[in-house]
């Protein structure tokens, strides 16, 4: 089992930056591979950020590529998205989501995440 609190969220100017945290419980958090996701108001849940279960690789969709950061502390149970040059559509409640590592790689099916935080709101203003 796999608790996750994300935190972090609120409103920042578009151009602005956040950084969101996920803490973690469990004996076995290194084992899993790690991602956000984010929602907007009457769209699918997306993407944002995987990672796998060392930090080695990563994954971000164009929309956000080289703008959003995911990255973990295996030691601390922590997994981070830093978020640089925010943009309004960049507005969501965004999720942290984990689930088993497959072949050392990160996850990129919504359906491959066991377990999901509460969710923190990101509000970008323009």
């Known amino acids: 089992q796999v608790q996750l609190v994300e935190s972090g969220g609120g409103l920042v100017q578009a151009g602005g930056s956040l950084r969101l945290s996920c803490a973690a419980s469990?004996?076995?958090?290194?084992?899993?591979?790690m991602g956000w996701f984010r929602q907007a108001p009457g769209k699918e849940r997306e993407i944002v950020a995987a990672?796998?279960?060392?930090?080695?690789?990563?994954y971000y969709p164009d929309s956000v590529k080289g703008r959003f950061t995911i990255s973990r502390d295996n030691a601390k149970n922590m997994v981070y998205l830093q978020m640089n040059s925010l943009k309004p559509e960049d507005t969501a409640v965004y999720y942290c989501?984990?689930?088993?590592?497959?072949?050392?790689?990160?996850?990129?099916?919504?359906?491959?995440?066991?377990?999901w935080g509460q969710g923190t709101q990101v509000t970008v203003s323009s």
């Open positions: 989501a984990a689930g088993p590592s497959v072949g050392g790689s990160f996850l990129l099916r919504i359906d491959r995440y066991n377990y």
């Open positions: 469990g004996r076995t958090f290194s084992s899993y591979a």
């Open positions: 990672i796998s279960w060392s930090g080695g690789s990563t």
